[in-house]
């Protein structure tokens, strides 16, 4: 297992949570990232993504304000705190890293379920 994603859980809406992504093989460590989610039915969808440095970050338009992206280098994770959130938020959550361009590593998921 590259990566290992948890902090999933259920909450109502306008909770939070945060996720955490550790690389027990630190492939987190110098490589670009990324938070990705799918839905039932759903494609998958990039929802947020950090540089190895920490910037730049990316921020799809529907989690943006609500959601932030960090890294923790010398611990190999990645967060993301996610608040306020909302039943469409409902979805596997899987971490991936980069290499070069590419989503190249990643973990099993962890679910974010939302009730309203």
């Known amino acids: 297992v590259q990566l290992q994603a948890s902090g999933g859980g259920s909450v109502q809406t306008g909770g939070s949570l945060r996720l955490s992504c550790t690389s027990p093989r630190r492939t987190l460590s110098n490589n670009g990232a990324g938070w990705f989610r799918q839905a039932p039915g759903q494609e998958r969808e990039l929802v947020a993504a950090?540089?190895?440095?920490?910037?730049?970050?990316y921020y799809a338009d529907s989690v943006k304000g609500r959601f932030t992206v960090s890294r923790d280098n010398a611990k190999s994770t990645v967060y993301l705190q996610m608040n306020s959130l909302k039943p469409e938020d409902t979805a596997l959550y899987s971490c991936?890293?980069?290499?070069?361009?590419?989503?190249?590593?990643w973990g099993q998921g962890t679910l974010v379920t939302v009730s309203s």
């Open positions: 991936a890293s980069k290499q070069g361009p590419v989503y190249r590593y």
């Open positions: 950090i540089s190895w440095s920490g910037e730049p970050t």
